[in-house]
DNA sequence: GTCTATAGCCCGATAGAC
DNA sequence: GTCTATCGGGCTATAGAC
């Protein structure tokens, strides 16, 4: 028998719905986050949008900022796992880019808040998240850098501006969440569609791997 | 003899004044819009901004609406100019590619805020430009599509999937003006220097010019 | 954990003097 | 054209009852 007592089951529950609705803020928070910026959303919106006071809110996070924050970071331990992926594949370049564009692709269209959320901060001037970005960001894409590099040393690949493909690659996977009104707006459709992604990521693909691995497909 | 009187130099001058100060506003607001998002900005702080109080914003502009709608269709008309000037340079798709990303990534480098702004409206889902993108940047996209498909048929380039290349040379240069804040965090410097946007339109132009004309440079 | 109440401040817009 | 004054409302955050 421990010496610690066993959690109760009501406990359980209770803390279960704790876990529940703090999820709930959080998915709400970054749907209006994204849409309405930082400042353009209140305690309230967020509130209201889940059902509870705005009161509530600041029991379960200590401030709007703090909220914010948890919002920024759920994002980023995504899109740094894709990067890290990129070593991991190191001895497929094809593979390893297909799989890098692919992920990236995929998350702007099953999470589209959450690349919005990300890339608000960023063009605000990431005055909350410079330091996340220097801290975690700049090393990842120093590791990627280094994987190309050997990539080019070995010969397998051209000798590419790593760095400046992947903000390529960043800005042009995200655009399909960040911009995808424009991008509906522009093909003539209410919303973008399996197809448009498919779309995206053949001519991606062909425009890395041409460049990259100089192949044409 | 004109019947309509002539205008005196002393209007001439208050007209110059009135011009200049509604320029200044225009000139503060896009940079606040820029960082901060329609929502997170005051008619208070663009005032204090230029040095004048809220009202007399209110006495240019009808309303913090109309002054954000101004801000907008500034940055709209030089990117379909640039737009347009693929269609200009039709006989020549070297030219007309390499101009293009070389006008829009000089245009991220010298106004980074109109992009910015423009990104935030995007972002939000366009709520009040939905109608100048359908108007004015649906048609200017099927006029380059068509000029691709003219160069494909003729034989000069590879058949492209002409739209989203287009949306990845949007999200690819205008990154280099909203995600600023990252890319030089992660490149270890204050700011963009001018070899990065260099760095940046060599890689653009080899990406582009490998897939559309099959082209290594 | 959730509620009411409220402090202290900022918001867009208008009215009207000068 | 610029000013002061003000309306009616919204904001984050805290205090304290239950």
Not at 135 to 148: H, S
Not at 160 to 168: E, K, N, P, R
Request: hydrophobic letters at 45%; a neutral charge.
């Amino acid at each position: 028998m421990s010496t610690s007592p066993p959690r109760s089951a009501a406990k359980e529950r209770r803390s279960d719905t704790r876990e529940r609705l703090e999820q709930e803020i959080l998915e709400a928070a970054k749907r209006l986050f994204a849409v309405r910026g930082y400042g353009g959303v209140s305690l309230d919106h967020i509130a209201r949008d889940v059902g509870t006071a705005k009161q509530n809110l600041l029991y379960y996070f200590s401030s709007k900022e703090a909220l914010y924050r948890r919002v920024l970071h759920g994002v980023l331990d995504v899109w740094l796992s894709y990067m890290a992926a990129i070593a991991e594949n190191a001895d497929d370049p094809e593979m390893a880019l297909r799989k890098y564009i692919a992920g990236k692709l995929r998350f702007s269209r099953d999470h589209p808040y959450d690349s919005r959320v990300y890339a608000n901060e960023v063009i605000a001037g990431a005055p909350l998240f410079a330091q996340e970005i220097k801290d975690r960001v700049l090393p990842a894409l120093q590791a990627d850098i280094a994987v190309f590099n050997r990539w080019a040393e070995a010969g397998v690949c051209r000798p590419v501006d790593a760095a400046h493909l992947m903000v390529v690659l960043w800005a042009s996977t995200q655009a399909y969440a960040d911009f995808a009104s424009q991008i509906s707006l522009v093909l003539g459709k209410p919303e973008l569609e399996q197809q448009d992604f498919a779309a995206a990521e053949a001519l991606l693909v062909d425009m890395v791997l041409r460049t990259v691995l100089n192949k044409p497909v």
